[in-house]
């Protein structure tokens, strides 16, 4: 029965540390979402042109091919 | 709604995950005394086998969103590599945490540096771990892409070496009890179930997962974006 228990508090901790996990995620997403929101409504950016990275990337290996 | 989909994912690996522990502990049948040192901790397995195919997954999904970044420069890949990295990381430190606890009660110590699968599974968790805080530290870029996408690209050369490292050199790590490839496996019909429970539970609970933090990636590149046009940027 002791080891039972001694396994039952290493879940117990596992699980507290998986719903934190989710809920801090789960929660970020939502408050990146709501401030989006409000940014891209008073500028009206297209969401096409999200990863300015990989639009440099791409038009940098464009250049080049071009040069 | 359809933007709820990764939350609805998330609430039924959970649930499932709640289940498995909860047939693992109560309704899945002890091991033969005299088979194991620590009979109960062997219930830790409902746990560790499930977390491990989970953190196999997403290393899958951090070589593919790497090969994706590296040759074809495609955003979506870059979303994938973070998503990949973060549940590899969360992944691979639930398996070797329940590792570790099942190792002090069975061996009578958490860890063998001589054993093989272990230390192969250790190097890939501290590959992601290395992946989620060097994607923190440095400034998103080109480079900084590159780097940590050519990482995980040679990295996952571990995955298919931890899988088969037991069936070459089995030093502590016990072999495989499903898929052994010869009587198929040492497994009770109602243990096999509840671990079958953990495995999808886990797949769905870690796809919500991949698919939230892909989100937030995006959201970020679409918040940064902006933040740069409403400060007089492109």
């Not at chain 1, 990275?53 to 091919?65: K, V």
């Not at chain 2, 973070?82 to 691979?92: D, F, N, Q, R, W």
């Not at chain 2, 061996?107 to 590959?127: A, H, S």
Request: aromatic letters at 12%; hydrophobic letters at 50%.
């Amino acid at each position: 029965m002791e080891g039972t228990n001694y396994l039952t508090v290493a879940y117990l901790g596992m699980i507290a540390a998986l719903a934190i996990w989710t809920w801090t995620v789960v929660v970020r997403s939502r408050s990146i979402e709501t401030r989006l929101e409000a940014v891209e409504s008073s500028i009206g950016i297209d969401v096409s042109q999200a990863d300015a990275i990989a639009t440099q990337s791409t038009d940098g290996t464009q250049d080049d091919s071009t040069v | 709604m359809r933007r709820r989909i990764p939350e609805v994912f998330l609430g039924i690996g959970f649930i499932g995950i709640m289940s498995t522990l909860f047939l693992g502990l109560n309704w899945a049948p002890s091991v033969s005394i005299d088979a194991f040192e620590s009979p109960a901790a062997q219930r830790i397995f409902y746990w560790h086998v499930p977390s491990a195919w989970a953190a196999f997954i997403a290393f899958g999904v951090l070589f593919v969103g790497s090969a994706l970044w590296f040759f074809k420069r495609s955003p979506f890949g870059w979303r994938l590599h973070v998503a990949g990295t973060e549940a590899g990381l969360a992944c691979g430190l639930m398996t070797v945490w329940s590792g570790c606890v099942w190792g002090a009660a069975e061996w009578g110590t958490p860890w063998d540096w001589t054993d093989v699968r272990l230390n192969t599974f250790g190097l890939l968790t501290l590959l992601a771990l290395f992946l989620v805080l060097g994607r923190q530290s440095q400034p998103d870029g080109v480079e900084t892409r590159d780097t940590f996408s050519t990482f995980g690209l040679y990295g996952f050369v571990l995955v298919p070496f931890t899988y088969i490292a037991t069936r070459i050199w089995q030093i502590r790590h016990p072999g495989p009890v499903i898929g052994a490839g010869d009587d198929g496996g040492s497994l009770q019909s109602s243990m096999a179930l509840v671990l079958l429970i953990g495995a999808l539970s886990f797949t769905i609970f870690i796809i919500g997962h991949m698919m939230i933090s892909m989100r937030i990636t995006h959201l970020e590149q679409r918040l940064e974006h902006a933040q740069k046009r409403l400060d007089g940027g492109n």
